[in-house]
């Protein structure tokens, strides 16, 4: 009777385990729409907010301190730090910071603004870091030698036009706002995985701030730009209090919302982030190291974030209608799942962040957005360790950094 049993049970578990495979896709298919559609109305609250925006100048224009962490030399690092000292804006200071003199992100610093004397300057060192976050490290070096009361802290891979202060700035006017925040595109000159990798900044994670602030407002920051007054980075304890984070960017908007007690903006301009990663190792390193973080960071959120996936989910359908010989049903299950994800390049590409290349290349986003699930599953089973800037570290809860000896 026992062997009977266990046949039965071995001949019925293939029959069972498809049905509870096939629910998975069906209910995987079905979350993936509905976040789409979620998508699609966080951007029409987007450009209504975009259209409702005053065309004319902004009235508000307090002085402003820019504050630049650099490390090294970049692709095009000239042209981004340039785009900087070409704003239309009537007083501002930038202030660069690197840990040693010599540094060749310093070199084209003082470069750049040789061309631009009218532009008030400051160059910083700082030394190896006592923090296991440098970044943090510089930008509070660079806070305390700041001229000025607002903050616009922004990597060295930025670039913007010159109407980008006073678009960043302008809601600061409101004494409840503390932080400015920015969506920004991809933008990459390199081959097939440096352009995956701009997509996902440009289409997957724009979706998902949309989401995020429809639902449940900005309780975080996007660090290429983050906007602050000085007083409210004193009411969270100064930037080495995130020091120990490596999404210090999350870390900073979520207190400015929780601790301080003020007003996250995500702006509606959009600035450009351009892609550093032009191999296929250090691409995929890259983005698997913000996906393991942000498991760490925030847990609940990220274990979620499965269920906007698309793709994974069709290709399950696929293999469970083939086993069944339903070859028609899959490959239209598939299809749907592909089309959702290209529709929704086109519309977060064309209506956001304006990102051409992704328009053209929309065909490729489903292999991003498959790409995106293996970086998701794997932050659960992978290694805690990561590099940045050169430097290894270990991810530990909370998204707390430990810097490893080399």
């Known amino acids: 009777m026992t062997g009977f049993e266990i046949g039965h049970a071995t001949m019925t578990l293939?029959?069972?385990?498809?049905?509870?495979?096939?629910?998975?896709?069906?209910?995987g298919v079905t979350t993936s729409t509905v976040y789409s559609l979620l998508v699609v109305a966080g951007v029409q609250r987007f450009r209504r907010r975009a259209a409702a925006e005053p065309a004319a100048p902004a009235s508000f224009l307090p002085p402003v301190s820019i504050l630049k962490p650099v490390h090294g030399d970049e692709p095009d690092l000239?042209?981004?730090?340039?785009?900087?000292?070409?704003?239309?804006?009537?007083?501002?200071?930038?202030?660069?910071?690197?840990?040693?003199?010599?540094?060749?992100?310093?070199?084209?610093?003082?470069?750049?603004?040789?061309?631009?004397?009218?532009?008030?300057?400051?160059?910083l060192t700082c030394g190896e870091p006592p923090w296991p976050n440098a970044r943090t490290f510089s930008l509070e070096i660079m806070r305390r030698e700041a001229l000025y009361p607002i903050l616009v802290?922004?990597?060295?891979?930025?670039?913007?036009g010159p109407d980008y202060l006073a678009s960043v700035v302008a809601p600061l006017a409101d004494p409840q706002v503390g932080m400015v925040t920015c969506l920004y595109r991809g933008v990459?000159?390199?081959?097939?995985?440096?352009?995956?990798?701009?997509?996902?900044?440009?289409?997957?994670m724009t979706s998902g701030v949309l989401v995020a602030e429809m639902l449940e407002g900005m309780k975080f920051a996007l660090g290429p730009s983050m906007v602050m007054r000085q007083s409210t980075v004193e009411k969270i304890g100064g930037y080495e209090q995130v020091a120990q984070y490596y999404a210090d960017d999350f870390v900073l908007g979520n207190w400015t919302a929780s601790k301080a007690k003020e007003t996250v903006v995500l702006s509606t301009y959009i600035v450009e982030h351009h892609i550093l990663n032009a191999s296929f190792k250090k691409s995929i390193a890259h983005q698997q190291g913000w996906a393991t973080?942000?498991?760490?960071?925030?847990?609940?959120?990220?274990?979620?974030e499965v269920l906007t996936y698309a793709v994974p989910f069709g290709l399950l359908g696929l293999a469970v209608l083939v086993s069944a010989g339903h070859w028609a049903l899959g490959l239209a299950l598939l299809a749907f799942t592909v089309l959702d994800r290209i529709l929704l390049c086109l519309l977060v590409a064309g209506c956001v962040v304006n990102d051409g290349p992704a328009l053209g290349k929309a065909w490729l986003y489903p292999l991003r957005d498959f790409m995106g699930f293996c970086?998701?599953?794997?932050?659960?089973?992978?290694?805690?360790?990561?590099?940045?800037?050169?430097?290894?570290?270990?991810?530990?809860?909370?998204?707390r950094l430990r810097k490893l000896s080399e």
């Not at 293939?14 to 069906?26: E, F, K, Y």
């Open 14 to 27: 293939g029959p069972i385990l498809s049905l509870a495979l096939g629910a998975l896709a069906v209910f």
């Open 153 to 160: 802290a922004s990597d060295s891979d930025v670039r913007v």
């Open 375 to 399: 970086f998701w599953l794997r932050s659960y089973f992978g290694s805690r360790k990561l590099r940045y800037r050169g430097d290894p570290y270990e991810l530990l809860p909370e998204g």
């Open 293 to 304: 973080s942000t498991r760490f960071s925030r847990p609940a959120g990220h274990f979620g």
């Open 188 to 204: 990459t000159r390199h081959g097939l995985w440096a352009q995956l990798e701009a997509m996902g900044m440009s289409i997957e």
């Open 78 to 123: 000239e042209q981004n730090l340039a785009s900087f000292f070409e704003q239309d804006y009537p007083e501002y200071e930038i202030l660069f910071c690197a840990r040693h003199s010599d540094d060749l992100g310093l070199a084209a610093a003082r470069r750049v603004a040789e061309r631009f004397p009218q532009v008030k300057t400051c160059i």
